[in-house]
Structure formats: C-alpha cells, structure tokens
C-alpha cells in the first residue's frame, strides 16, 4: 500500500497558520459570523448555522495546532490530547471574553459544540499521520505530488 505524502512546511509557516485561525476565530467571535442573519441552519437543514461555524472552526484550528506540533519530541497521544484541549480551552476562553460583550452571550452549548469539532479534527488528524508520510518543504518548489 502506498502511503500517502504530506508536507511539512517550516515551523514558522506551521505556527503563523495557528495564529491566523485563533485570529479568525477571535474576530468572528467578536463581530457576528458571515451569514449569520441570513442563514437559519447549515447543510442539510439538520444543525444551526452557528452550531456548523463552530464545529468548523474548532476543527480547523486543532488540524492546525496538530500539524504544527507533528515533528514535536511529544509522543503521538500526548500530542493529540495537548491539540484538544488547547483548543477547547481556547473556545472556554472565547466564550468567557463574550459573556462581558454586550452583543453576545455565553454558551455551555457552544463549548460543546466547540469540544465536538476539536474531537473529531484530532481522530482525522490521527487517522491522516499513520497512513501519511511526511516529508519536509522548505520551499513551495519542494512540494510534491501526494500519491
């Protein structure tokens, strides 16, 4: 069997990417979300939009913590439990900054939602690692084809 091949750009690269995302989200959790007054509920009708853009981007951000602490001296689990909970701890953190906003609220469901979408990001990532085979990339011109 083949292994898939990733690659694992410079740390710097890898923890920019973080940054952004926790940017993203802190910008958003602030101002109210794309499509929020329009949109009623996500794909399929089955989720509230809202429920759907924090499961995305929690998801998002641990795949991103996870990526950039792949070549780290931590032992895979150790790695997959910091990834979650930083993430959860960072939507914790989110939610208690918009209990003092007077145009937001604070949300136990939210934080699940937010643990939900960190969960499952860090099964796929763990997923993704054994059956991947990372490669380094210093440059766009070392990247290569996957398969």
């Not at 949109?39 to 853009?53: A, C, I, N, R």
């Not at 969960?119 to 990247?143: G, H, M, P, S």
Request: net charge positive.
């Amino acid at each position: 069997m083949r292994r898939l091949r990733l690659p694992l750009v410079p740390k710097t690269v890898r923890w920019s990417a973080v940054l952004a995302v926790a940017g993203i989200i802190l910008y958003y959790s602030i101002r109210a979300g794309p499509g929020t007054q329009t949109f009623q509920t996500g794909p399929l009708g089955l989720v509230p939009y809202s429920d759907w853009l924090h499961f995305l981007a929690y998801a998002c951000l641990a795949v991103m913590l996870a990526y950039a602490l792949h070549d780290s001296r931590l032992r895979g689990w150790h790695v997959f439990l910091l990834v979650f909970c930083c993430a959860v701890g960072y939507g914790v953190t989110i939610e208690l900054l918009q209990s003092r906003l007077p145009s937001r609220t604070f949300a136990f469901g939210d934080i699940g939602v937010n643990a939900t979408g960190a969960a499952v990001a860090v099964v796929c990532w763990r997923a993704i690692v054994r059956y991947a085979r990372f490669y380094r990339a210093a440059q766009l011109a070392d990247i290569e084809s996957p398969v």
